[in-house]
Nanobody, 113 residues
């Protein structure tokens, strides 16, 4: 089972930036594809971005605005979010990809003027 701790969320104005961090533990984390997901109020959880050893993948709504990266030595996966929009407001979670059954608490991102 992978344990993760998401951080870096906050309140930001439209057009602003945030960087989220996902700190993971264990060999499973370091050997797995890791993804960011998000869930807005009243909506289903959706895929945001994923990263393997080299390859990355993005949801259509965030492509060209968000960048996922990983520091394998530190077991951390980052999500750099630029040009944020109000519709990016959600709780952001990280997990393996495909996701396991256990989820962290997530980190709240609110985009509002």
């Amino acid at each position: 089972q992978v344990r993760v701790l998401e951080s870096g969320g906050g309140l930001v104005q439209p057009g602003g930036s945030l960087r989220l961090s996902c700190a993971g533990s264990g060999r499973i984390f370091s050997r797995s594809d890791i993804a960011w997901f998000r869930q807005a109020p009243g909506k289903e959880r959706e895929f945001v971005a994923s990263i393997g050893w080299i390859n990355t993948s993005y949801g259509s709504s965030v492509k060209d605005r968000f960048t996922i990266s990983r520091d394998s030595a530190e077991n951390v996966v980052y999500l750099q979010m630029n040009s944020l929009k109000p519709e990016d407001t959600a709780i952001y979670y990280c997990n393996t990809n495909p996701p396991g059954n256990s989820w962290g608490q997530g980190t709240q991102v609110t985009v509002s003027s």
